[in-house]
Structure formats: structure tokens, C-alpha cells
């Protein structure tokens, strides 16, 4: 039996659960969503997934993505929350108990965005939200450390965990990181009516840092968008302000014409460079023109 699921706060969290029911004896496979879209993950019988797209050869799915719901029967959950974690958690409640619930209010916050602006401006305060950001999913290299993460979270307190010294080391780490993406953001981004784009395009390596950030310096726009390369693909990330909560478009229902997905708050997707011209216009379109889309 074998774990897969997404290289994010979520997706540990996901994973730090599903070890407590059941016996897991293989390694986490760590996928991305657009992997799992394309068939480019090799699914198999027994594979627990969550937080990611339904693949009809797993034994058990939870997720709460909106645009991964499906019709056909399953095994498993889907439900929309705010944060994968808790699917999960409320679907084992009466073998995992309450064990967890500090960790998954956590994700429940950290996945919606339910966050004030003291919280964006200075994650240093707020421990789990700080912990979060050490997890960079675009690094494959990064897959011991995601495991250490599990381990850690399944015997500690965050405040424990944060003492750790690997994860000591990148909490300090993100904290100056988050200095220089701030510049990075401001020198890169522009407004369109009460949009932001954030073009990093001609930005290589990809800047990294605190995703919520780009709203407290922008916090008349209403949704970002942000643009980057990654080798021969595009990958463009949107989502609702969490200042200010006027956008009505369903991002995930949106990137779903866009080879993508993901919440009505949020969502990525990922195509190839030469639909960049195409594809970035018309998204940005339907933001400003903010109809609803549900």
C-alpha cells in the first residue's frame, strides 16, 4: 500500500493521517497535479491518493478540489473543504480521534487562505503558517525532506518540530527569502483594472516566497495572476485576494479550459510555451471582466 499525494502543506498533512490508518509500506510517491491530468504518474492497485486527481486504478481517493470531482463511484472521499487533510480527517475521525486537530486546523487555514494581514506580512509569528512555507514542491530533490516533515509531525508539537534543525534551518531561511521575494514581486508585477499580474517569465531560477504576499502589496486588486517558465512549459498560478474578496470567477472551474484546476479560490495550470500568447489574454479577460462562473 502506497501513499500519493502533493508536495505541499496539504499534501504532508494528507500523509501524516493516512499513516495512522493504515499500514503503509511502500514510499510516498509525490506527484503534481498536472502529472496526475496528463497519465504521467503510474498509478496502482493499492495506491492511496489525496490531494490530487482521481486515477481509476487506486484503491482509496480523498480530495475537495472543485474541478476534481468526479461522477463515477469510488472508494474513499471527496468533499468540498478547505483543505484535503481535513476530508480525511473527518472520514477516519473515529480511529484517528483528536490527536490532530491543531494540524489540521492548520492546513484548513493555510490551504483557504483564511489568513489576516499580520498573518501574511509576518509568518515568523505564527508557527504552522511559517512551517508551510519551508515545503517548495517544484524541487524533487526536496522528497527527504517532505518524509522527514511526516515523521516529525507524527510524533511532535510544532513547536517541537520547528526546533528541529533541518527545519530550523529553512524557517530562517524562508524569513530572509520572503525579504527579497517582496522586491521581486514589486519589480515584476503590474495592475490591470483590479487585477495583478506577476510576470516571471524572464526570471530563472523562478523567485520563491510567501504566496500570500503579493496581496498586502497590491490590496486594491481583487485576484493575482502569476506567470512563469519551467523548461518547455508555462505554468500560471491564480488566485482571490484574501484582502480583498471581490473576485467571483471560479479559478478552478476557469483553468479547467486552460489545461489546469484547482479551488474556487485558486488554482494552476500548465501548458506549453507556445499557447502563452493565447491562453495568458483570455485568462486575464475573464478576471476583469469578474462574472460569476459557478
Avoid at 478540489?65 to 461522477?71: C, R, T, V, Y
Avoid at 490532530?100 to 494581514?117: C, H, P, R, Y
Wanted: with cysteine; charged share 25%; net charge neutral.
Amino acid at each position: 500500500m502506497r501513499i500519493v499525494t502533493r508536495p505541499d502543506f496539504d499534501g504532508v498533512v494528507c500523509a501524516v493521517l493516512l499513516y495512522e490508518v493504515h499500514p503503509i509500506d511502500d514510499p510516498i510517491l509525490w506527484a503534481h497535479p498536472n502529472d496526475m491530468q496528463q497519465d504521467n504518474v503510474k498509478i496502482q492497485a493499492g495506491d492511496i491518493i489525496a490531494n490530487l486527481p482521481y486515477h481509476q486504478k487506486c484503491t482509496l481517493w480523498f480530495d475537495h478540489h472543485f474541478s476534481n470531482k468526479i461522477e463515477t463511484p469510488f472508494k474513499g472521499r471527496f468533499q468540498i473543504l478547505p483543505s484535503a487533510a481535513r476530508v480525511i480527517y473527518d472520514h477516519y475521525q473515529d480511529r484517528i480521534g483528536n490527536k490532530f486537530n491543531g494540524l489540521v486546523e492548520a492546513a484548513d487555514k493555510i490551504d483557504s487562505a483564511d489568513l489576516t494581514l499580520e498573518e501574511i506580512q509576518r509568518p515568523e509569528n505564527h508557527p504552522y503558517i511559517l512551517f508551510s512555507m519551508t515545503i517548495f514542491g517544484r524541487i524533487e530533490s526536496e522528497k527527504s525532506y517532505w518524509n522527514h516533515l511526516i515523521s516529525l509531525l507524527r510524533q511532535h508539537s510544532i513547536d517541537r518540530v520547528l526546533s528541529d534543525p533541518l527545519v530550523d534551518k529553512r524557517c530562517h531561511m524562508v524569513i530572509e527569502d520572503n525579504k527579497t521575494y517582496k522586491r521581486y514581486l514589486q519589480k515584476h508585477t503590474v495592475c490591470i483594472d483590479q487585477i495583478s499580474i506577476t510576470d516571471f517569465r524572464k526570471l530563472n531560477p523562478v523567485p520563491e516566497g510567501n504566496r500570500f504576499l503579493i496581496y498586502s502589496l497590491f490590496p486594491e486588486t481583487i485576484a493575482n495572476v502569476k506567470v512563469y517558465y519551467d523548461e518547455d512549459k508555462t505554468i500560471i498560478k491564480l488566485g482571490h485576494s484574501v484582502i480583498n474578496r471581490g473576485c467571483n470567477v471560479n479559478v478552478g472551474k476557469l483553468l479547467q479550459n486552460f489545461n489546469g484546476g484547482g479551488h474556487r479560490g485558486a488554482g494552476a495550470c500548465r501548458f506549453n510555451k507556445a499557447l502563452t500568447e493565447e491562453y495568458l489574454p483570455k485568462i486575464v479577460k475573464i478576471l476583469k471582466e469578474n462574472h460569476r462562473n459557478d
